[in-house]
């Protein structure tokens, strides 16, 4: 766990005490507040979150703040105006002895960056704004923000789903299976703000307008944004480069919206570039390594591990989390370290990969690690899954492969192919197991392997059969149900509210669920609640054109979606009181939605 390294203090703004920090003592002073809520202590408890903080501190004098009512900052009854955050900076700056600052503002931070360059341009020397807009909410006069309904869905999202990744396919989707990440982010949304107070931060940003003074606006100007993030500030981002006279914009890829997820550098450099006036003098420690992510590893057995670890001359770089990462010279010592880890906690689960690792300024980062994280998260209790590139490199080695399908990696941005280690005489598992499930008469026959059970039949049945007969392809419930609804399901219209409501109500369901399944120390049902959960909010990314998917009506095609759940949730609870072995297996490979589909992890084979 990254500890910070710079004391948070308190200024006094009127009646209320802001928390700050300073780090670094660059030849000038640079204020950034991460947006849209923070808290100065855990943000650097994420070691990519520190690594950005760090960079930004190499190369100026830091200065960082919690905006009132959030984190470590006084709570309050209302969410601060925009006026009320510009005194915030000045006391901050005051606090902090800084006469001249650069301000770095992101999403909403972007508006009062520009309010405070325009009211005090004495003392501001430059801004840089990232994904940020000079309104939020599109209106007759203005197509640049997010429309009046996404951003109502989005809200009640945010507030359901509030410290446990809220909206996470939208902000951060390429780390929506990171588990040290999503477990660092369910804490950094509690500890900054509550649902509510998140909430009404989000509904007076909604309100900001500050389009009148842009023509004001004397400071260097540079604006950086992604072209791929779903947020939607993308052409807020243009229309503030449009306005602002001389400012500097830089279009980059990526579909994450928060800055210190995906490629940091690449928005780092130009901004380092922009404020210092020379390119930047970033070292970057690069090699070919294994990485080995590993875990959970109980707090007390941690010793262990790392001794382990230089055993096998491996260097754990990353022990802050339930899940380090070690890093390898060669493939080899690294399977070997995997396997070997297993008896420290035997129901550790292991991902391995190899790649280029980027040492930065003193931490891992990189495409490979976030590959590596990936393959981890894949894993099952015990296991030690290595990707393919790893595979080819263990040809001649004292190692067992068994293939466990293809998978679709986020982090690595396509299908990639991953293997099971084990040690020569370990047990194995058939990667293609043989299935049932075919209609007998008034029932059905279903069953894996030797063990079959007979259940009496029941529609969701007919349509679980459908979905198994085509693994891995999404079925439209209209063919599901064999209605005729077609093409007019699919039609480009937006969400009606009934759709929208009955989303929020099963996602309502889904976190009780979560929630009484942690209770109960049932993991197992917490992991398909929450599957489920992250299924729905990936639908309504794509029935609400995210994605490039065309949207969806919600009447009839709605209709349909909660019949075919309703069906299939009634088969699946027959089938799992009859075969908790395939129940299980169901209910954890099928996906049901607009669009339907079976994507089992371990590929079987069905009689049908």
């Excluded at 780090?23 to 000038?28: E, I, K, L, Q, S």
């Excluded at 700056?93 to 005090?120: K, N, W």
């Excluded at 919206?257 to 922009?274: C, K, N, R, T, W």
Aim: some cysteine; aromatic content about 6%.
């Amino acid at each position: 766990m990254s500890g910070s390294p710079a004391e948070t203090r308190y200024a006094r703004s009127g009646e209320v005490h802001i928390a700050y920090q300073v780090v670094g003592d660059g030849p000038f002073d640079l204020v950034f507040s991460p947006s849209p809520v923070s808290n100065l202590e855990v943000a650097w408890e994420w070691p990519p979150f520190a690594r950005f903080l760090r960079r930004l501190a190499s190369f100026s004098r830091l200065i960082l703040f919690d905006k009132r009512g959030t984190g470590l900052s006084d709570r309050v009854t209302d969410a601060a105006t925009l006026e009320e955050r510009m005194d915030d900076v000045r006391a901050v700056m005051d606090a902090a002895g800084s006469e001249r600052a650069a301000l770095f503002g992101s999403s909403e931070g972007g508006p009062m960056a520009l309010l405070f360059a325009a009211t005090y341009p004495d003392r501001v020397s430059s801004l840089v704004l990232y994904g940020s807009y000079a309104k939020a909410i599109n209106s007759a006069d203005y197509s640049s923000g997010v429309d009046r309904d996404m951003f109502e869905l989005g809200l009640g999202l945010m507030e359901q789903e509030w410290g446990r990744c809220a909206l996470i396919d939208v902000f951060s989707p390429s780390v929506r299976d990171d588990t040290e990440f999503r477990l660092w982010w369910g804490r950094y949304e509690r500890q900054s703000a509550s649902p509510g107070a998140a909430v009404a931060i989000q509904r007076l940003n909604a309100r900001l307008d500050v389009r009148p003074i842009l023509p004001a606006i004397s400071a260097p100007t540079l604006i950086i944004y992604r072209a791929g993030e779903f947020v939607g500030h993308v052409e807020g981002s243009k229309y503030l480069a449009q306005h602002i006279a001389g400012a500097s914009y830089v279009e980059l890829p990526g579909v994450d919206y928060h800055p210190y997820v995906g490629d940091q550098d690449a928005i780092l450099d130009p901004m380092e570039e922009f404020l210092t006036g020379r390119p930047p003098a970033v070292v970057r420690d690069t090699a070919l390594l294994n990485l080995v992510v590993v875990g959970p590893v109980p707090s007390e057995r941690m010793r262990v591990l790392t001794e382990l670890a230089a055993e096998h001359s491996g260097d754990v770089v990353d022990d802050g989390g339930a899940a380090p990462v070690v890093l390898f010279v060669g493939p080899g010592r690294a399977v070997s370290f995997a396997l070997a880890a297993r008896e420290v906690a035997p129901d550790v689960r292991v991902g391995v990969h190899i790649g280029e690792v980027d040492g930065g300024r003193g931490s891992v980062s990189g495409l490979a690690v976030d590959i590596a994280r990936s393959v981890h998260a894949r894993a099952k209790p015990g296991e030690v899954l290595v990707s393919r590139t790893v595979a080819d490199l263990l040809a001649g080695s004292n190692v067992v492969l068994a293939d466990a399908g293809v998978h679709s990696l986020h982090a690595a941005g396509r299908a990639w192919q991953l293997f099971v280690a084990r040690r020569p005489g370990e047990p194995t598992v058939e990667a293609s197991r043989t299935g049932v499930f075919r209609r007998d008469g008034d029932v059905w026959l279903v069953g894996l392997g030797d063990e079959r059970v007979r259940v009496r039949d029941v529609k969701g049945l007919a349509d679980i059969a459908a979905l198994l007969a085509r693994p891995g392809a999404e079925v439209h419930v209209a063919e599901l149900l064999d209605s005729g609804i077609g093409a007019d399901a699919s039609a480009h219209a937006t969400l009606d509210r009934t759709a929208i409501a009955a989303y929020r109500e099963r996602l309502a369901d889904l976190i009780a669920e979560e929630n009484d399944a942690e209770q109960d120390g049932d993991i197992e049902r917490g992991s398909r609640a929450r599957e489920e959960r992250q299924q729905i909010t990936s639908q309504l990314s794509s029935d609400l054109g995210l994605d490039g998917r065309a949207r969806v009506q919600g009447s009839s095609a709605e209709r349909a979606r909660k019949t075919v759940r309703t069906r299939v949730a009634h088969a699946l609870k027959r089938i799992e009181s009859a075969h908790p072995a395939l129940g299980r297996h169901l209910r954890a490979s099928i996906r049901t939605g607009i669009f339907c589909a079976y994507e089992p992890a371990d590929p079987l084979h069905w009689e049908l």
